[in-house]
C-alpha cells in the first residue's frame, strides 16, 4: 500500500515546500511553517495497493501563539495624588522567536 498526498490552498494558500512529508507507507508528517504561512490548508491523503484507491481530505490549522508575561503583572494599584508610581513590567516571551511590541 502506497500513501501519497495532495495538498491543495484553502483560501489561496499552499503549504509550504517542506512542511509536508511521507515518513512511512502509513504516516504523513507536518513540519512547523513559517510565520507568514500562518492559516488553513486542506489536504487530500490516497492510498491505494494497485487495485483499488481510497482518498479522504482534512483540513490542517496553522495557528499562532500569543506572546506571554513570564510572572504575574499587577491588575490593578491605587495612588496618592501627586505622588509617583513606578511600575516595573516583568520580562516577556514569544516561544516563536517573533519580534514583540509593547504598546501601553
Known amino acids: 500500500m502506497t500513501l501519497t498526498y495532495v495538498q491543495t490552498g484553502f483560501a489561496q494558500k499552499t503549504v509550504p515546500n517542506g512542511c509536508l512529508t511521507?515518513?512511512?507507507?502509513y504516516t504523513l508528517d507536518v513540519s512547523p511553517v513559517p510565520f507568514?504561512?500562518?492559516?488553513t490548508y486542506l489536504i487530500t491523503a490516497t492510498i491505494t495497493d494497485n487495485l483499488d484507491t481510497v482518498s479522504t481530505t482534512?483540513?490542517?490549522?496553522?495557528?499562532?501563539?500569543?506572546?506571554y508575561f513570564?510572572?504575574?503583572v499587577p491588575a490593578d494599584f491605587?495612588?496618592?495624588?501627586n505622588s509617583t508610581y513606578t511600575f516595573?513590567?516583568?520580562?516577556?516571551?514569544?516561544?516563536?522567536?517573533?519580534?514583540?511590541?509593547?504598546?501601553l
Not at 58 to 67: A, D, L
Not at 78 to 81: G, I, K, P, Q
Not at 88 to 103: A, F, L, N, Q, W
Open 22 to 25: 511521507v515518513t512511512s507507507p
Open 36 to 39: 507568514s504561512d500562518i492559516g
Open 58 to 67: 482534512f483540513k490542517i490549522s496553522v495557528s499562532n501563539s500569543p506572546p
Open 70 to 72: 513570564t510572572s504575574e
Open 78 to 81: 491605587t495612588m496618592s495624588f
Open 88 to 103: 516595573t513590567i516583568p520580562p516577556y516571551i514569544d516561544d516563536e522567536g517573533h519580534t514583540v511590541s509593547m504598546i
